[in-house]
């Protein structure tokens, strides 16, 4: 058994930016992170990828290259917490103690949730921009697509980056026009939701986009079942029980996504299994010397990078006062962001808060498609994630 005085659970953007603001801030404290990964992913490029913009590697570094200098990390996966002891023990049996806890895995996706799937994927015209191994899969399909029906599917529930099931398939649209076979296809968008983005502001925008490319949205599809060899895709609508089936030539899948189950079955889950945090200080609502932030966390706001830009000094914040014996005061407001890109040469970069107010950085109208917010995305993006976020920096 060992102790420290801050565990990070998670190694991903929200954990490795908490740790590496609260060594900066305070280089005598104690951390270790928690996490079994070989890789740190920078997964808002893999849209990127999967629209043959970039390489899949350019999107990952080992994780021991952003383990900030300073911290411990313990490259093993979290089994169980027992917060009313101050204890966790690893999948291999590793028990840890800590004096404060901030938790921050990420987001699991359920492949095995629908049925069909796991097995399809990288087959059968299946593909999907959702992990590493499959990513480079949307690629191949896109620009070797001959005409057919090209779907993409949104399911319900939390996505990471509400955005990002819809900007492939405006690019795959572009694709399919640049190599002459975009009159002979049909391309539908199957999205779980009653509207294609939750910001009116920027939904109008998209509405525009999709109206202009000729993609069918249909709205209140959740898919449930993928007939491989027979590319067929079978949806249940969200209001009812009806069964709606679609033929494919080429699918991209959304999977459905949730807390992770070491997360859902501990004393830290909300009733729906998240980490029950309190939507402004991040401080769990039960216990007072755990924080969560990031994907895994009950706040209602979109699951982003973005967001975790902004929850972890609130985090950091909050913690080095509770470590003090005083009361939180820094407050987060919801903010999140998401750069829809809706073309190879245009991007709608929306920033809304908890009250779905636009919470813009730029003094223009940023509910327009432009080139200049494709190029923040492409470059800009990426150098202040890897050289600021994970730095502790920004």
Known sequence: MSHHQVVIVGGGAAGITVASRLIRTHPSLDVLVIDPAEYHYYQPLWTLVGGGIFPREDSRRPEAKVIPP?????????????????????????????????????????????????????????????????????????RNFQGGT????????????????????????????????????????????????????????????????????????????VHGEQKQAVFQTVDGDETVTIDYDMLHVTPPMGPPQFVANSPLASEAGWVDVDPHTLRHLRFDNVFGLGDASSLPTSKTAAAIRKQAPVVVENLLAAIEGNQPTAKYDGYTSCPVVT????????EFNYDKVPEETFPFNQAEERFSMLMLKEYALPALYWHGMLKGRA
């Open 343 to 350: 073309g190879y040469n245009s991007l709608v970069l929306a």
């Open 70 to 142: 300073g911290v411990e990390w313990l490259q093993e996966a979290v089994a169980e917490f027992d917060p009313a002891e101050n204890r966790l023990v690893t999948s291999e049996k590793t028990e840890v103690t800590y004096d404060f806890l901030v938790v921050a895995p990420g987001i699991e996706l359920r492949w095995q949730q629908i049925p069909g799937l796991r097995e399809s994927l990288g087959r059968n015209g299946v593909c999907s921009n959702y992990s590493y191994d499959s990513v480079a899969s949307t690629w191949e399909n896109i």
């Open 150 to 225: 090209a779907l993409f599917t949104h399911p319900v529930g939390a996505v990471k980056c509400g955005g990002a099931p819809q900007k492939i398939c405006y690019l795959a649209e572009e694709t399919f026009r640049r190599n002459g076979v975009r009159d002979n296809c049909e391309v539908i968008f199957a999205i779980a939701k009653k509207a294609i983005f939750d910001v009116k502001l920027y939904a109008d925008v998209l509405e525009k986009a999709v109206a202009r490319k000729g993609i069918d949205v249909r709205y209140a599809l959740d898919l449930k079942e």
